[in-house]
């Protein structure tokens, strides 16, 4: 049951990108292209919608000592705010900025996106890898 | 502001059901639907226990938008980075997702939704950097 519902969340998740049209780069840097004149504010819409949807989530989650099928739920939220969290962030936000893409939309985006998508999930997971490597010193 | 009422409708729409999905897999796997946490987990010499989970998560996730396509209409797509930049962004957008542990939707949808001071700071940060970027590429750079 476990697999049937990850693999349901995976579905819902990419109906999400496409019908929010998180999909396209093209909407998301219209929605951080802030002070050009031509702002697209669609993208708050999403995560406005996605956040609320998950706050009664983990509303719900407060009331289970353990997930419907089995495992544990996640602890709480750690608290530690580092040069790692902040650094990373800002290390996305560029990558973010330059392209239009994340790792959600750009998945979605892998057998529909052409090239460009490909390219992009192909550098993506490089640089996971490479973080990955370094990291174990 | 470039504001279209229906654009907005359909972006709460996708929005909720990017949520429903977190919440499916929060409530009955007790899983987080950080994307970029998930495939990370999959990037590795040794694969995690519930590593089945994450792929056919990954796999709807990738599943869903060309079954769209295919039935209904094939989404636009329009990425007029050069290649060297979109280069550049992935490599950019992999290592600082996992060094400041989430994306999007880890920080930005599930930590944001639990109030978790990481994430808000983190999504904080991401979005000002990325606003900064596109500002100056667009209208500096460019300019």
């Known amino acids: ?51 609320l949807v998950m706050a009664v989530a983990w509303l719900l989650a407060d009331t289970r ?7 544990d739920m996640p602890g709480a939220a750690s608290s530690i705010i580092d040069r790692k969290l902040i650094g990373g962030a800002a290390i996305f936000g560029l990558g973010w900025g330059l392209v239009g893409l994340c790792p959600g939309p750009a998945l979605a985006g892998l057998l529909i996106g052409g090239t460009p998508v490909l390219i992009f999930i192909a550098a993506m997971i490089s640089g996971m890898a490479l973080l990955k490597m370094v990291s174990r010193g | 502001m470039n504001f279209d009422l229906t654009t907005a ?38 694969l995690p226990a519930a ?13 869903a938008p060309a079954i769209y396509a295919l039935i209904i209409s094939p989404p636009a797509i ?11 962004g992935g490599v950019l957008v992999g290592i600082g ?27 904080l940060t991401f979005m000002a950097v990325a606003i900064a970027v596109v500002t100056v590429s667009r209208h500096l750079i460019a300019a």
Not at chain 1, 7 to 12: D, H, K, Q, R
Not at chain 2, 78 to 88: G, K
Not at chain 2, 97 to 123: F, N, Q
């Open chain 2, 51 to 63: 590593w089945t989970e994450s792929l056919l998560f990954l796999s709807g996730l990738v599943a």
């Open chain 2, 97 to 123: 997702s996992r060094l400041g542990s989430g994306c999007t939707s880890g920080h930005g949808v599930c930590g944001v939704s639990r109030l978790s001071k990481r994430s808000i700071l983190a999504t």
């Open chain 1, 1 to 51: 049951m476990r697999k049937f519902i990850a693999l349901l969340a995976g579905l819902i998740f990419g109906l999400g990108m496409v019908v929010s049209d998180m999909i396209n780069p093209a909407r998301v840097l219209g929605f951080l292209d802030l002070f050009g004149g031509a702002w697209d504010p669609t993208l708050g819409f999403v995560m406005g919608g996605a956040v």
């Open chain 2, 78 to 88: 329009i990425i007029t980075t050069s290649v060297p930049l979109l280069i550049a």
């Open chain 2, 9 to 46: 409708m359909f972006g709460l729409a996708g929005g909720i059901l990017i949520g429903l999905s977190a919440a499916l897999l929060l409530l009955a796997n007790g899983r987080i639907a950080g994307i970029s946490g998930i495939t990370g987990s999959l990037v590795a010499l040794k």
């Open chain 1, 65 to 71: 000592q353990t997930p419907i099928y089995g495992g």
